[in-house]
T-cell receptor, first 108, second 114 residues
Framework: AQRVTQPEKLLSVFKGAPVELKCNYSYSGSPELFWYVQYSRQRLQLLLRHISRESIKGFTADLNKGETSFHLKKPFAQEEDSAMYYC??????????FGTGTRLQVFP | DAGVIQSPRHEVTEMGQEVTLRCKPI?????LFWYRQTMMRGLELLIYFNNNVPIDDSGMPEDRFSAKMPNASFSTLKIQPSEPRDSAVYFC????????????FGPGTRLTVL
């Protein structure tokens, strides 16, 4: 079955440190992958998707089909990056499958 | 467009009571999704509709949960009777058939069952 795994429930870093939020998926075909972010008291919103190959708020994510990973990275974390991050997969259906999420805490 | 609208934003009720959560999707969107968010299980898909028709309700926990979409601009998620373990944040999301599978989320309803 298709699955998205985010192994870390909590990731804490200091401001200016690099950040990598891990996401692995299980699917043999060509998935569409997303990162969603939920800031405190705000709704879940799309951060980026792999087909766009874009950088949003300094974050990037590269799809690695060999390792079935879609890790989210940022070279220098900011306090305003503190939020809940969800990796999600879509595969030839209408649905998104979400990981369990990683809470990122950036300390000053 | 105000985005996906959910009401109420907060609901506190007692065990055994009926709870109804409401959602208005973005105009023109033909998919609507209901999710439940908990600390332990993250974001779980409960049910989704396409053109007002339920497509997949395999995520609905049990018969106490039901969802309807009487028209393109309104959906309800009902829990009857409610139990303390139903306490969670319930999100509604919508998307269009066109383009990618990006879903647009509402602000959520925080449900507390005492």
């Amino acid at each position: 079955a298709q699955r998205v795994t985010q192994p870390e429930k909590l990731l804490s870093v200091f401001k200016g440190a690099p950040v990598e939020l891990k996401c692995n998926y299980s699917y043999s075909g060509s998935p569409e992958l997303f990162w969603y972010v939920q800031y405190s008291r705000q709704r879940l919103q799309l951060l980026l998707r792999h087909i766009s190959r874009e950088s949003i708020k300094g974050f990037t994510a590269d799809l690695n089909k060999g390792e079935t990973s879609f890790h989210l990275k940022k070279p220098f974390a900011q306090e305003e990056d503190s939020a809940m991050y969800y990796c999600a997969l879509s595969y030839n259906t209408d649905k998104l499958i979400f990981g369990t999420g990683t809470r990122l805490q950036v300390f000053p | 467009d105000a985005g996906v609208i959910q009401s109420p934003r907060h609901e506190v009720t007692e065990m055994g009571q009926e709870v109804t959560l409401r959602c208005k999707p973005i105009s023109g969107h033909d998919y609507l999704f209901w999710y439940r968010q908990t600390m332990m299980r993250g974001l779980e898909l409960l049910i989704y509709f396409n053109n007002n028709v339920p497509i997949d309700d395999s995520g609905m926990p049990e018969d106490r949960f039901s969802a309807k979409m009487p028209n393109a601009s309104f959906s309800t998620l009902k829990i009857q009777p409610s139990e303390p373990r139903d306490s969670a944040v319930y999100f509604c999301a919508s998307r269009t058939t066109q383009g990618s599978n990006e879903q647009f989320f509402g602000p959520g309803t925080r449900l507390t069952v005492l």
